[in-house]
């Protein structure tokens, strides 16, 4: 059974943190700013999802940890 089966979105959701995403979606689209809670980033005038924007940050910490991790392999270990 996957996860999503046993979910049950009645007991899990909650009411007032979604009317809080809904406000500061609003917020968002009205005055063109990043706001917290939103679930929208704006960059350059392009609205982006959150969830896109945060694999985004995730993947580029993974590329930095890689870059020093190779370079520092690469002089620190020579024999």
Known sequence: MALTDRWDPNRVLNS???TSV???DGRVLNTRRNEFLSSFKLWRGHSFRTWN???LVVMLFILG???VTAIKMKYYFKE
Request: charged share 0%; hydrophobic share 50%.
């Open 22 to 24: 809904s406000m500061m």
């Open 65 to 67: 940890i890689n870059l």
């Open 53 to 55: 924007y945060n694999v």
């Open 16 to 18: 007032y943190l979604n």
